[in-house]
């Protein structure tokens, strides 16, 4: 998706104002307003106009990524809020796309952020020009050339931890594809009495301690040198370590980058060893020595050091002593040489050491231009960045020559800020074809002037001071001064016998003050003459000539006496204002880019805004002068189009689409909002506000009408939101009933689902159950026929068995006929040779172990010892047959005796009654076998225990043998009546079963008889003495189901009361006395009339016939 364009403006979300020419009302009390205020929301940019005044945050800020480059890339200078990068755009891009040469002008106090800013400039340029491995090399070495110049030229100073000591111009030049070729740095006045001395809490330059920190041991031994900064008199130490800086990796950072910017290793060495001549140069002291003529002369007082420097410098060591203590004045070709005194050679070491310092310092510059400059001779575009210091002013009369040229420089730099300001005003009306109206602003050349009149400017006094013969002292200065200036308007002085200052205590007499347009400042005239003079002994140059030390050598070509210039050197003020002429003459052929520097407290603090400190600032840089200048005309001109893009929501005819001009819409639009017309001008192609309250107004125009555009534009989004939501709802809500519906019907589908499956589940039971009942079937059919083969197999094998079985006991027979044949032939044979008996003795024998053999034969194989167990082993052979026969009678009576003795008197009683039985009726009658098993209880009925029978047992005597209920049979009739049948020992008694009532009484000596059938019936009956008293009514015929036991227990209890014994018969047919007749009993087997129970019946008067199933 293409990325929407949005058109934003510089006036979107401002915070105050974002350019200080829309500042209403304007005066510095706003002015500082709007710069804290925006300050304080980490907005540390703001225009005027084109320049950009950055005020130091003191911390870094997330608004230098490369998205926020990317944000600034090709984006118009007022399109966005105000930026260091907008700046460097523009710049860059009408560099590359208008071939314009560009200047960026940075300038502000010590800690005010210059080199920072310069360095943001450059990466910005860096990261947006061309890519490719040539042009990434040369923007490497032009972005390492500052860590290398920063080592040498800057300090730690009380405002700036790292302090620019030097003013520093780069020319960065960039082919007509806007690549960059190369570049060309110009350095200016070097601080150079810092190497010598500094100030309480500052350092001398980085490079010093960067090199005691961190050079190898190795390399310092080489230097001779120690890491030991109290050993080094040019080194402050009361603050040696700065707080976050690290001197040691900083140096290895510094060699690194002189790798990339090109120096080979001897140079960076030389260079190295320049740095530590310098540094042992402050350790050489002297000493006073009187001399013949009463004068004192100097003499090094430890030689030690000395010889070291000229060791390492390759300078021969008697030529510098001398001219540590010898001074030769050369004029019209005359020598004269002169003793210094200490002081003097105090003040001749630290000259050389300032200038063998600045002057490498020149060197190294040069030597990096050589490194970076543009490798081609075609046509190049050129940016160059200025880094130098603002306006300085200290308090107390504190300033010095130094920012008395730095002031210069500045005034200078105002002037041409204006010329071009004006300039580039005035073309721009004239370009829009708007009418120039004169502007008054105040003009600073007359203080330019005041500085830099050849003639009587304050710099030519000096040098002309300088140069008169006879004694110059900065007092005789400041006359000349006073002389020549006294009645310049912004030249002021104690003694200028202007009566304006004649008594102004501000004033100090050893002082003059200039009003310069940021301010008045106060020099005092000290050291102005030395400084300017910058002095530095021949002896010592051409001391320094002689050295061995390539680099030295190269550094003082003055001093090789071939070329002795006895004019003068020129003057360090003539110098500079030679090299700002130059700058300002470069600067005057470019686009002038302005940033302004300024410095929010004195504490590098962040967050702090020290307002005095910022008004201090703001007057001096001429800020105030800057908006007022560029306010002159019109205060803001914005191109048509952008400008009709912007308020054209504030006219009917505009918005949303204007079809025509973006000129005409402009017309329209302003004409519709009856803006006065003395407020605007139409240019070619910008309109032009007068006043930036215009510009407020339509400002607050369109953000009342943006509002009311929102609020449209919200309620349109609501109808359409709340629309989506509708139709969203309606969609869902068609989505959920069809899922309802589904849902129900996939339910009703399982339903019948299941159901089919139960359905389903019955018949394939039912057909399994079918199947299985077929498949019973089969198996036993298959069962059957293998029951009938199995059959049949085994009785053809039993046949097969018995045919084998005859063929082996044939074979057998034969084998044994044979043998007794062969037996038989061979006694035949050979029983001439036995003797008459042997025969009879082995037959003997043989038959004696026969018999043993079968005696231990029948001891393993004996039967168990219950008696009735019918096993008995075969027998072995024929002859012992009886034998056999005889040892198992013996051996089953032997164990039946044994298990007799094991009975007790109640057991044999019992086993003799049923051997009584047996006896009796073994294989007689049928009923016997059933009566085995049962007990013989004798007493079944307990007359003793039933209350019922209690008269009946009273009755009784004797001991009851058998009491038991029978069936009487009816003589009469053959029916049966149930009657009490009870055997005493003596008596036989039949009583009712109801009462208990005795019916009849027959002692056993009347018992003749018991006859009974031999069939499996109970029938028996029971025959009395012919004439006894109980024989009246007859015999007895009962039925009982005990007839076995009752009468084994007849026949016992007979034969012990009676000595007789009681003849039982067995026959199927008997005769018993009814009274006087004799019935015929007969039993008759098969009916089966009343099923399995035997019944009775009379038939005549002879015959009683009893049915057995
Ligand atoms: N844009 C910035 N963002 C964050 N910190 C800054 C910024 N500008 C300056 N500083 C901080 O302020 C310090 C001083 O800045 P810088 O060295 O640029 O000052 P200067 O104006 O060059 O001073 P001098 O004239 O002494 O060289 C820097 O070391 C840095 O800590
Ligand atoms: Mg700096």
Not at 70 to 77: A, K
Not at 163 to 175: P, T
Not at 460 to 466: I, S
Not at 624 to 652: D, H, I, S, T, W
Request: proline share 3%.
């Amino acid at each position: 998706m293409a990325k929407m364009e949005v058109k934003s403006s510089l006036l979107d979300n401002m915070i105050g104002v974002g350019d200080m020419v829309l500042l209403e009302p304007l005066n510095e009390e706003t002015f500082i307003d709007n710069l804290k205020k925006r300050f304080d929301h980490n907005e540390i940019y703001t225009y005027i106009g084109s320049v950009v005044i950055s005020v130091n945050p003191y911390r870094s800020l997330p608004i230098y990524s490369p998205e926020k480059v990317e944000d600034y890339r090709n984006r118009n200078f007022y399109e966005l809020s105000p930026h260091i990068f907008a700046l460097s755009d523009e710049a860059y891009r009408s560099l590359r796309d208008q071939d314009k040469d560009q200047c960026i002008l940075i300038t502000g106090e010590s800690g005010a952020g210059k080199t920072e800013a310069s360095k943001l400039v450059m990466s910005y340029v860096a990261a947006v020009c061309g890519k490719g491995a040539e042009v990434n090399e040369v923007k490497e070495q032009l972005l390492q050339s500052n860590p290398v110049l920063e080592a040498f030229g800057n300090a730690k100073t009380v405002r700036n931890d790292n302090s620019s000591r030097f003013g520093k111009y780069m020319d960065i030049e960039f082919d007509f594809k806007g690549d960059p070729l190369g570049g060309v740095i110009s350095n200016y006045l070097l601080e150079k009495s810092r190497v010598v001395k500094q100030p309480r809490g500052e350092r001398n330059f980085h490079v010093f301690y960067q090199l005691l920190s961190g050079a190898s041991e190795e390399l310092l031994h080489k230097l001779k040198l120690e890491r030991d900064f109290s050993r080094y008199n040019y080194l402050s130490l009361d603050s040696a370590k700065v707080n976050g800086v690290d001197d040691a990796a900083n140096f290895r950072t510094v060699r690194n980058a002189m790798q990339i910017v090109g120096f080979m290793d001897h140079e960076t060495e030389a260079v190295l060893e320049v740095v530590a001549a310098v540094l042992k140069l402050g350790n050489i002291e002297f000493k006073p020595e009187s001399r013949m003529n009463g004068l004192d002369e100097s003499k090094i007082k430890d030689k030690n050091e000395l010889k070291e420097i000229c060791e390492l410098t390759s300078i021969d060591q008697l030529v510098l002593e001398r001219a540590f203590s010898f001074r030769t004045v050369e004029a019209k070709q005359e020598k004269v040489s002169t003793t210094l005194n200490v002081a003097q050679a105090y003040y001749a070491r630290d000259a050389l050491a300032k200038n063998l310092y600045s002057r490498l310092f020149s060197w190294l510059v040069n030597r990096i231009n050589e490194s970076i400059k543009a490798q081609t001779k075609v046509r190049k575009k050129v940016m160059g960045v200025l880094d130098i210091y603002g306006f300085e002013i200290f308090e107390n009369a504190d300033n010095s020559f130094e920012q008395f040229i730095i002031n210069y420089c500045n005034e200078k730099l105002q002037q041409i800020f204006i010329e071009l300001t004006l300039k580039e005003e005035q073309e721009e009306y004239i370009r829009e074809d708007i009418e120039w109206t004169h502007i008054d602003y105040f003009n600073n050349a007359i203080i330019c002037d005041l500085i830099e009149n050849n003639t009587n400017g304050i710099l030519a006094m000096l040098d002309e001071e300088c140069l008169r013969p006879g004694t110059v002292t900065d007092d005789t200065f400041l006359e000349k001064l006073n002389q020549v200036c006294a009645t310049h308007q912004h030249f002021e002085s104690r003694m200028s016998k202007c009566s304006r200052f004649l008594n102004d205590t501000t004033l100090p007499h050893s002082c003059f003050r200039i009003q310069h347009y940021a301010g008045k400042v106060l020099y005092q005239v000290e050291g102005f003459v030395d400084k300017n003079n910058d002095l530095l002994y021949r002896d010592l140059s051409q001391a320094m000539w002689k050295a061995g030390h390539g680099l030295i050598k190269s550094l003082f070509p003055e001093g090789n006496p071939a070329k002795v210039n006895l004019k003068r050197p020129p003057t360090a003020g003539s110098q500079f204002k030679a090299s700002v002429a130059t700058l300002m003459k470069n600067l005057q052929t470019k686009n002038p880019n302005y940033i302004r520097c300024i410095k929010p407290n004195d504490k590098k603090a962040a967050h702090i805004f020290n307002e005095s400190l910022v008004c201090h600032q703001i007057r001096y840089l001429g800020l105030l002068e800057n908006v007022r200048v560029r306010r002159a005309g019109y205060a803001f001109r914005q191109a048509y189009e952008p400008c009709l893009e912007r308020y054209k929501m504030l006219c009917k005819q505009t918005w949303p689409h204007w079809k025509g001009p973006a000129r005409s819409g402009v017309e329209i639009l302003f004409n519709e909002l009856e803006i006065p017309t003395e407020e605007y001008s139409f240019g070619r192609s910008k309109i032009f506000i007068r006043n930036p309250r215009t510009l407020f107004q339509l400002e607050d125009l369109r953000k009342q009408r943006l509002e009311d555009l929102a609020t449209l534009i919200q309620k349109i989004y609501r109808g359409w939101k709340c629309r989506t939501h509708f139709l969203l709802m309606k969609k869902s809500q068609v989505v959920i009933a069809a899922w309802c519906r589904r849902y129900a019907q996939q339910k009703r589908y399982q339903q019948i689902k299941s159901s089919a499956l139960v359905v389903q589940s019955y018949i394939r039971g039912w057909k399994a159950r079918k199947l299985l009942r077929e498949l019973k079937h089969q198996k036993r059919c298959k069962e059957a026929v293998t029951t009938i083969a199995a059959y049949w197999h085994g009785t053809q094998a039993r046949r097969e068995l018995k045919r084998l079985k005859e063929e082996a006991r044939r074979k057998h027979a034969v084998a044994v006929i044979w043998a007794y044949w062969l037996g038989l032939k061979v006694r035949r044979e050979y029983r001439k040779f036995f003797r008459a008996n042997a025969g009879k003795k082995i037959y003997e024998f043989t038959l004696q172990r026969i018999v043993q053999k079968y005696f231990l034969e029948m001891k393993n194989k004996m039967p168990s010892l219950s008696p009735i167990d019918k096993n008995w082993p075969s027998r072995p052979y024929l002859f012992l047959d009886s034998t056999h026969k005889e040892l198992k009678r013996i051996f089953h009576l032997w164990r039946c005796k044994k298990y007799r003795d094991q009975f007790t008197d109640q057991q044999k009683l019992i086993y003799e009654e049923k051997l009584e039985a047996s006896e009796l009726f073994k294989d007689k009658k049928a009923l016997y076998p059933s009566s085995v098993g049962q007990p013989f209880q004798g007493a079944y009925l307990e007359i003793n225990k039933n209350p019922k029978y209690k008269k009946l047992k009273d009755a009784i005597e004797e001991k009851i043998i058998i009491a038991e209920v029978v069936n009487k049979i009816n003589r009469a009739n053959g029916k049966s009546t149930s009657r009490i049948f009870l055997l005493t020992n003596n008596n036989l008694l039949l009583a009712d079963q109801k009462s208990g009532q005795i019916k009849s009484e027959v002692p056993l000596v009347d018992v003749t008889k018991v006859s009974m059938s031999s069939q499996n019936d109970g029938f028996f009956a029971v025959h009395l003495k012919e004439g006894s008293e109980a024989a009246s009514k007859g015999d007895f015929l009962f039925s009982s189901d005990h007839l076995i036991e009752m009468a084994t227990k007849l026949y016992r209890t007979t034969l012990s009361q009676t000595n007789q014994k009681l003849n039982i018969e067995i026959s199927d047919e008997f005769l018993v006395q009814f009274r006087q007749d004799k019935v015929c009993v007969k039993f008759i087997q098969g009916s089966q009339k009343n099923g399995s129970v035997p019944t009775c019946k009379r038939k005549n008067n002879r015959l009683l016939e009893v049915a057995v199933p």
